[in-house]
């Protein structure tokens, strides 16, 4: 019986971080801000279940692979599905013309849709 027990409470357990999934990109919106300077609008969706398991931030990528800025996201957004947060001032070089944006959360890390957008310098 205490087998049979700990194979549920382990099934329960597996189930409960697969429910909330990866974290998805939905929406980017992008806007040229000043002079090689773009500001970013990011809708996020991920069934976050508190501090445990939430979507913590979105990254700006260049095509090399490179991160050029991280938004942190400082809580879970358990009431508030998707969810969109903005992060201005972000400076990519000329030489740069479309960007990726993925997002990242606590448990699985990266792995959910990804977002490319062309940028007019």
Do not use: C
Request: aromatic share 6%.
């Amino acid at each position: 019986m205490k087998v049979i027990s700990s194979i549920i409470i382990l099934l329960l357990l597996t189930l409960n971080t697969v429910y909330a999934g990866q974290a998805d990109v939905l929406k980017v919106e992008v806007e040229r801000s000043g002079e090689n300077t773009f500001h970013f609008d990011v809708t996020v969706l991920h069934k976050d279940e508190g501090w445990d398991h939430y979507a913590n931030k979105w990254d700006v990528v260049a095509p090399d692979g490179s991160v050029l800025v991280t938004r942190v996201l400082h809580h879970p957004h358990e009431n508030e599905q998707p969810f969109t947060r903005s992060l201005g001032a972000v400076e990519i070089p000329e030489s740069i013309n479309k960007v990726s944006i993925r997002a990242h959360d606590s448990v699985h890390g990266y792995g959910g849709i990804i977002i490319a957008v062309q940028l007019h310098h």
